[in-house]
């Protein structure tokens, strides 16, 4: 049985571990640990008989809106999240992505962002599909050189319409 759930500190090694198996960008523990305990209502898993096959952790941020160059605001920032690979493409991403949205909006975000690899197609179609547009390309964002697009989209008021 598949469940999108909150994350527990206990989740947190496997978060880790699906984190190391998923993407070149990596984090020590205490980093999971502290998004988690800052930001619990944007931290979730996602559980296959009893084991964590998928995650996504944000933080909330306060600056300068990536729709309107004018407004400072609270915006959410998706700073990770990875499907096992043998569990892609059922729609946990989606549903994973669903849920940290709506959680921004109970901290209350007006935005969400991220920086994603320009060749990183999987996650930007995930993205675009999820309402995110390109906003920007930061040059070298990755330690190997490759660009980063970043991409936002505006938060509705209430969670229940995401
Ligand atoms: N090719 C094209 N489009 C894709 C692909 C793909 N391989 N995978 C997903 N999509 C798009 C499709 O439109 C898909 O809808 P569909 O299946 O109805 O066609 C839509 O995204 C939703 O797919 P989900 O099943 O909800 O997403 P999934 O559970 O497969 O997770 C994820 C997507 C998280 C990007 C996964 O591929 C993954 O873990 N990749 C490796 C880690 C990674 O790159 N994470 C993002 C880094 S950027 C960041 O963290 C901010
Ligand atoms: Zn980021």
């Given at each position: 049985m598949a469940v999108v759930r909150r994350a527990t500190d206990a989740d947190i090694n496997q978060v880790v571990s699906v984190n190391y198996r998923c993407l070149p960008e990596n984090y020590a523990p205490s980093f999971f640990r502290d998004l988690h305990q800052r930001f619990p209502n944007t931290f979730y898993v996602c559980e296959i008989d009893g084991r964590v096959v998928g995650y996504i952790m944000c933080r909330i941020e306060f600056g300068r809106s990536d729709l309107n160059n004018f407004s400072l605001i609270r915006k959410g920032h998706v700073v990770s999240i990875a499907v096992l690979p043998e569990h892609r493409r059922k729609g946990f991403g989606t549903a994973l992505l669903k849920a940290a949205l709506s959680g921004m909006v109970e901290y209350g975000a007006k935005e969400a962002f991220l920086e994603v690899r320009v060749s990183n197609t999987p996650a930007i179609e995930l993205y675009k599909k999820m309402g995110?547009?390109?906003?920007?390309v930061e040059r070298r964002?990755?330690?190997?050189?490759e660009d980063a697009y970043v991409m936002a989209r505006k938060l509705p008021p209430e969670p229940s319409s995401i």
């Open positions: 995110f547009e390109i906003k920007r964002y990755y330690v190997d050189g």
